[in-house]
């Protein structure tokens, strides 16, 4: 079994910055890629981000590219999303997951992953 724990959420107005992690327990964290997703009540749970085992490959969505950067320190069991020139558009509860196979690089498919966090909110004021 794994655990995953979101903090960093909270209030900041449009144009700032908050930074997001998500700490790993459980299972050994390096071997497996991440993601990052977000949902907003009522909407279907969003692609953010992710980041292969090694850290070396990322990817982005669109609507978050030049703006969001994921990273992980392995030694730490902990991945993070930088999050700069926020809008109120990202609004959203931010949910890290980590995927279902081990040694894979980035992974894209919602379904592929096996373990998820609580989720932590991010709320940006206009």
């Known amino acids: 079994q794994v655990q995953l724990v979101e903090s960093g959420g909270g209030l900041v107005q449009a144009g700032g910055s908050l930074r997001l992690s998500c700490a790993a327990s459980?299972?050994?964290?390096?071997?497996?890629?991440m993601g990052w997703f977000r949902q907003v009540p009522g909407k279907d749970r969003e692609f953010v981000g992710a980041?292969?085992?090694?850290?070396?490959?990322?990817y982005y969505a669109d609507s978050v590219k030049g703006r969001f950067t994921i990273s992980r320190d392995n030694a730490k069991n902990t991945m993070y999303l930088q999050m700069n020139s926020l809008k109120p558009e990202d609004t959203a509860v931010y949910y890290c997951a980590a995927d279902s196979q081990m040694f894979r690089t980035v992974v894209l498919n919602m379904g592929s992953y096996r373990y998820w966090g609580q989720g932590t909110q991010v709320t940006v004021s206009s």
């Open positions: 980041i292969s085992w090694s850290g070396g490959s990322t």
């Open positions: 459980g299972r050994t964290f390096s071997n497996y890629a």
